[in-house]
């Protein structure tokens, strides 16, 4: 469905409802100056109290350009230029790029005698800024925005490749002394929330000193797309001292939390304060890092890294971190690192799931930092929700409502929105986050509609708990299919607003207990059709064959 709605769609709209709230809400078309605001600030890093109104030239005679921002530094200028579409209908368009492609033709093309003719003054006041400061364009950027998006056609793709062959050229010869460069962006909700991930990692633009204990300073792999690695032994003390300083922001990018004192950690405890320490490099996988920018010092001994990220052997640095405080590590171990550069975020997940392997790692872990989770985490903290996406994750001190699971909503989506409540009870994790099996149809909704589903299953799960009928194990072993009853008996009702039946539920205002008692004489009737036929030994066992899906479905 093109205009189907994930999680990533949800949480900006989310944000965009906030800045209509906060700037715009006396305005006319507020959704399309938020989404302005929006684009400019996350895709240019600007607080929205500093963006320049002069900025969004959006209105008569634009061209089908909507923004133009200017961000200069050090005698440098980025320039930003923007075509944005907040329609919940719209998708990436030739005619949207055509009309791009004429403001484009104003702004680097067109007569200064053309562009005057123009009826919007910012507009032509930006045209002049640009040309005026040409010398200074290092960089000039094309963000084409759609808040829908979906998949791109071979006649949209070609009309890009139309722009960038043109202005390109343009760019390159008439900027920066020849040497300008021109990038064309296709951008939606995806993407605005991996750069807006990007712009708030704690540790973005810092550069941390590492001293090496070896002189091997040579790129091991480096690829024609700029992806380079380097191995690297590095003393431990160094590594507990970054964790000190820096602590939890080390580890963002980990597909997993600290597990504190298992077994495990214990062990490698154990192994960086005993006798045995020498042996440690040898014992240990070791760390893996990656970062945005690496500066190999040689001559000093030193790595000079730019944000830094442990995505793997978070374990092993906190332990020896352990060892420091108790003034327990001992001063000769060695630790094998692996250090990656690369800013592209779905190489550095590859990476994180690649290479976690050390500890017992489920498919849950690997799967949480994938954008589904990260926006289902943001919509289920707006709505004062805890969202664990990962075992280990540090949880905020405010107070929430209730506690979910990753683990227990994939179990609640594929039982109820994906009716399959009997395969949801087997409770396997595979099926659960294997992008190859129900990870997709599990988790690609509006979080609001997952959160609904499970207020419901809560509901029917308290009423197993609290099962005052000796021997109905119908209430227990079928908590998941009376949910998915109660779920499909009042979709309609559900999907309308899913805001207002979050509120109505949490009020009590939904008769739950009435749809509750439906579902039970509709189950139980199934159940007992289904007695007819063969012999049940055991409900549990019954309720988790497959082909009572396909039977509930069909009644």
Sequence with gaps: MKNKITPEKTVVNLEIESIEKKYFSKEKNKRGKAFHFLCLSIL???????????????????????????DESENKIILSIFNCKSSLSDNFSANDLTK??????????????????LDNS?????????????????????????????????????????????YSKIVKSYFNHGNGCFNFHFIDCKKLIEQKRKNEEPLKGVKIIIPSFDKNFNPIIETKDGFRGYVASIKADNIASLVKKYQDSL???????????????TDIYT????????????????????????YPDPFNLKWEIENLQIINGQQTARMLYEALKNKKLKKNIIILCRIYETKDPNLINKIAKATNSQSSIGSRDLMSNELEQIAIEKVFNKLN????????????????????????????????????????RKNIEDNFFNKDKYYKEIFEHDPKKLLLAYLVFDYCNEQSRDNKIKGDNLKYFGTLHLANII???????FSKNFNIQIKNFEKGKIDITKEYLKAYKKLNKIINDAKQQEEILSLGHYLSRLEVDSLLLKK
């Excluded at 805890?386 to 609640?412: C, D, M, T, V, W």
């Excluded at 779920?487 to 009702?493: A, D, M, S, V, Y």
């Design 122 to 166: 910012k507009f032509v006041d930006k045209i002049i800024t640009i040309r005026d400061n040409k010398d200074k364009i290092i960089e000039v950027n094309v963000y084409y925005c759609v808040y829908n998006g979906g998949s791109i056609s071979n006649n949209v793709k070609r009309k890009r490749e139309e722009i960038e062959n043109t």
């Design 271 to 294: 192994s960086a304060t005993s006798d045995e320490s020498e042996l440690f490099w040898f014992m240990n996988n070791g760390i893996t890092i990656i970062a945005d920018k690496i």
């Design 487 to 493: 779920w499909n008996n009042n979709i309609n009702n």
């Design 251 to 265: 580890f963002e990018k980990n597909v997993r939390g600290w597990l504190k004192y298992n077994k495990k950690n």
């Design 385 to 424: 929700y805890y969202y664990e996406r990962q075992k280990g994750q540090i949880k905020p001190s405010k107070k929430f409502k209730k506690e979910i699971n990753s683990k227990k909503l994939a179990q609640i989506s594929l039982a109820m929105i994906c009716n399959k409540p009997s395969l949801a």
């Design 44 to 70: 240019n890093n600007v607080a929205y109290r500093e963006i320049n109104n002069e900025d969004i030239v959006d209105g008569n005679d634009e061209e089908g350009i909507d923004i133009v921002h200017l």
């Design 100 to 117: 791009l492609q004429a403001g484009l033709s104003y702004i680097f093309e067109k007569t200064i005698s053309d562009i005057q003719k």
